[in-house]
């Protein structure tokens, strides 16, 4: 049987009752013969105060000498408390040390630590407020996707990890080999590895993704990508989790509405679901965050062509780090200009240049742009990346062509064409940065339990 939880006996309160609970000591202070010890078992921001009399036959050997870190099993009574800022508390009738913690040695104390040092000590930061409530909140946020989609139909696909397709093209792929390193680079060639072909680690389940939609209609994926980009700033890791729906019978503006759906849902439920963590985040990361969350749940996306986009950007006087002119990307610096100061609030930018996108996406009828979407968001910039994919077979040949592709190794994409094609749509959103979104976290590595940038691989 579960053992009774904090955030249970918080939410219930029943005073008067026995309870057991278990969890790691935050501070113990005495006084008069009596301890109080303030106990949290992550369920909740939350912890619980426990008083332990020297009555308790251990009260010398055992419990006067717990130290922060110590974890503890308490049984006793909940009654109420007459200390200021909490309604209950146990009076301890028995308590177990479970495990001693080194008092000289354990790096966490009752105060705040930096998120840099936190980094440091990765097998230790979850047991901080700031980390659990992030976990806490990624879970929820977990949930609630897969609610989103299993309440309109969508069923969900587990696509490869490993994988032979480059989805991005941009060859940013961590290779997977069961070879040494030497065999490679004398032959140059993988026909003796385990799969008889190169393969790398997926950055992207949409490919696969797109073989399940054309057969069930609505799909998603949601599992970790990767992506070898030597690229050391806060917005970027090497592993992150991808949430990727691909839809039929579903054009450019089909897919627009479901990722605005979706992102204002998410947000609402955390809103909703989470109050004490965002107050958390409120105060002590963002003061502006529950307003800017509640203005994103409550009005409607702006929409924006690329042209216009960059037409703005261009006449704005501002001096970006990088230039601003039709037929390149939109930078970070671009796309939070345009939200955070033209629009305040997110905005969709659609029909981008054919050059600068994946040959996946369906060609506009000007020759010179594709019907793809970036969603943008404050604080964040792009939160989500889709597209109507090209389901003439003829325009993706060429398309394939134009962009290098050996077209046996895609034939089964193509075959998608030939047989039975239909219009079809899907987006990606980077979990991690919604998580930032919500949670107003400057950096993305604290945006995920275990982050894996260049040069960093810890746990």
């Given at each position: 049987?579960?053992?009774?939880?904090?955030?249970?006996?918080?939410?219930?309160?029943?005073?008067?009752?026995?309870?057991?609970?278990?969890?790691?000591?935050?501070?113990?202070?005495?006084?008069?013969?009596?301890?109080?010890?303030?106990?949290?078992?992550?369920?909740?921001?939350?912890?619980?105060?426990?008083?332990?009399?020297?009555?308790?036959?251990?009260?010398?050997?055992?419990?006067?000498?717990?130290?922060?870190?110590?974890?503890?099993?308490?049984?006793?009574?909940?009654?109420?408390?007459?200390?200021?800022?909490?309604?209950?508390?146990?009076?301890?009738?028995?308590?177990?040390?479970?495990?001693?913690?080194?008092?000289?040695?354990?790096?966490?104390?009752?105060?705040?630590?930096?998120?840099?040092?936190?980094?440091?000590?990765?097998?230790?930061?979850?047991?901080?407020?700031?980390?659990?409530?992030?976990?806490?909140?990624?879970?929820?946020?977990?949930?609630?996707?897969?609610?989103?989609?299993?309440?309109?139909?969508?069923?969900?696909?587990?696509?490869?990890?490993?994988?032979?397709?480059?989805?991005?093209?941009?060859?940013?792929?961590?290779?997977?080999?069961?070879?040494?390193?030497?065999?490679?680079?004398?032959?140059?060639?993988?026909?003796?590895?385990?799969?008889?072909?190169?393969?790398?680690?997926?950055?992207?389940?949409?490919?696969?993704?797109?073989?399940?939609?054309?057969?069930?209609?609505?799909?998603?994926?949601?599992?970790?990508?990767?992506?070898?980009?030597?690229?050391?700033?806060?917005?970027?890791?090497?592993?992150?989790?991808?949430?990727?729906?691909?839809i039929s019978f579903c054009d450019l503006a089909c897919a627009m509405s479901v990722a605005e759906e979706l992102i204002r849902e998410l947000v609402r439920t955390v809103l909703r679901d989470c109050p004490r963590e965002m107050n958390l985040f409120n105060?002590?990361?963002?003061?502006?965050?529950?307003?800017?969350?509640?203005?994103?749940?409550?009005?409607?996306?702006?929409?924006?062509?690329?042209?216009?986009?960059?037409?703005?950007?261009?006449?704005?006087?501002?001096?970006?780090?990088?230039?601003?002119?039709?037929?390149?990307?939109?930078?970070?610096?671009?796309?939070?200009?345009?939200?955070?100061?033209?629009?305040?609030?997110?905005?969709?930018?659609?029909?981008?240049?054919?050059?600068?996108?994946?040959?996946?996406?369906?060609?506009?009828?000007?020759?010179?742009?594709?019907?793809?979407?970036?969603?943008?968001?404050?604080?964040i910039g792009e939160l989500v990346g889709g597209s109507q994919r090209e389901e003439r077979f003829d325009m993706l040949a060429r398309r394939m062509a134009e962009a290098g592709l050996n077209e046996a190794e895609y034939g089964w994409y193509l075959d998608?064409?030939?047989?039975?094609?239909?219009?079809?749509?899907?987006?990606?959103?980077?979990?991690?940065?919604?998580?930032?979104?919500?949670?107003?976290?400057?950096?993305?590595?604290?945006?995920?339990?275990?982050?894996?940038?260049?040069?960093?691989?810890?746990?």
């Open positions: 049987m579960l053992p009774q939880q904090v955030s249970d006996i918080l939410a219930r309160k029943p005073v008067g009752t026995h309870i057991e609970i278990s969890g790691w000591v935050r501070t113990r202070r005495d006084s008069g013969g009596v301890s109080f010890l303030e106990i949290s078992d992550g369920s909740c921001l939350d912890s619980l105060q426990v008083v332990a009399d020297s009555g308790l036959d251990n009260y010398d050997r055992e419990i006067r000498k717990i130290t922060t870190g110590t974890s503890i099993q308490v049984a006793g009574l909940l009654v109420d408390s007459p200390a200021k800022g909490q309604e209950v508390e146990v009076r301890a009738e028995r308590i177990t040390v479970i495990g001693w913690s080194d008092a000289e040695t354990y790096p966490l104390q009752k105060k705040r630590h930096g998120f840099e040092f936190l980094r440091s000590i990765p097998h230790l930061r979850p047991r901080t407020n700031a980390l659990a409530a992030v976990a806490r909140i990624r879970s929820r946020l977990d949930h609630a996707a897969r609610s989103f989609f299993r309440e309109r139909g969508f069923f969900l696909v587990h696509t490869p990890i490993i994988t032979t397709s480059d989805c991005e093209g941009a060859g940013e792929m961590f290779t997977v080999t069961s070879l040494p390193p030497e065999h490679i680079k004398d032959s140059g060639s993988f026909a003796d590895d385990f799969f008889g072909r190169r393969a790398g680690l997926t950055v992207s389940g949409q490919l696969q993704a797109e073989i399940y939609a054309l057969a069930l209609g609505r799909v998603y994926t949601f599992g970790p990508t990767f992506r070898a980009e030597n690229s050391n700033t806060s917005r970027h890791l090497a592993e992150f989790w991808m949430l990727e729906p691909e105060r002590f990361v963002d003061s502006t965050l529950i307003n800017r969350l509640e203005s994103i749940a409550g009005k409607p996306f702006a929409r924006m062509p690329y042209s216009e986009a960059v037409a703005l950007l261009a006449a704005s006087g501002r001096e970006f780090e990088f230039p601003v002119r039709w037929g390149v990307d939109l930078q970070a610096e671009h796309e939070r200009y345009l939200c955070e100061e033209v629009v305040t609030g997110p905005v969709i930018v659609h029909g981008y240049p054919k050059e600068i996108k994946p040959f996946y996406m369906r060609l506009n009828d000007d020759g010179r742009t594709v019907a793809a979407m970036d969603i943008l968001v404050p604080g998608l064409r030939r047989y039975g094609t239909v219009p079809h749509s899907g987006f990606g959103l980077g979990f991690e940065r919604l998580v930032q979104l919500v949670t107003g976290l400057p950096n993305i590595r604290e945006a995920i339990p275990f982050p894996r940038t260049p040069g960093s691989a810890p746990c």
